[in-house]
């Protein structure tokens, strides 16, 4: 089992910038890659970015290109997602997800269904 706590929501303006983290702890060598998604009030949970757990390869929903990073420290157990030029449109509860080595279903189609561990949220609000 591998368990999974995000952290670095908060409130902030419009243009602003923000990091999560998601600190993963258990059997972490066991994972494969990380991916964050958000949830809006009264919407469907989306993909937001991806990272591998052992290469340089990255994803992102097109919405955020340009604008949010993804990346990991291995060292920490932790991958970070660098919010930047932040919208209300951004609103929602982060959620950080992780699979393990064997599942690649995540990885070609991002959806919450094809993740196996979850974080508990965080809530991120931008005011306009």
């Known amino acids: 089992q591998v368990q999974l706590v995000e952290s670095g929501g908060g409130l902030v303006q419009a243009g602003g910038s923000l990091r999560l983290a998601c600190a993963a702890s258990g059997r972490t060598f066991s994972l494969y890659y990380m991916g964050w998604f958000r949830q809006a009030p009264g919407k469907e949970r989306e993909f937001v970015a991806a990272?591998?757990?052992?290469?340089?390869?990255?994803n992102y929903t097109d919405s955020v290109k340009g604008r949010f990073t993804v990346s990991r420290d291995n060292a920490k157990n932790t991958v970070y997602l660098q919010m930047n030029s932040l919208s209300p449109e951004d609103t929602g509860v982060y959620y950080c997800?992780?699979?393990?080595?064997?599942?690649?279903?995540?990885?070609?189609?991002?959806?919450?269904?094809?993740?196996?561990?979850w974080g508990q949220g965080t809530q991120v609000t931008v005011s306009s």
């Open positions: 990272i591998s757990w052992s290469t340089d390869n990255t």
């Open positions: 997800a992780a699979n393990p080595h064997g599942n690649t279903r995540g990885w070609s189609n991002p959806t919450p269904g094809n993740y196996v561990y």
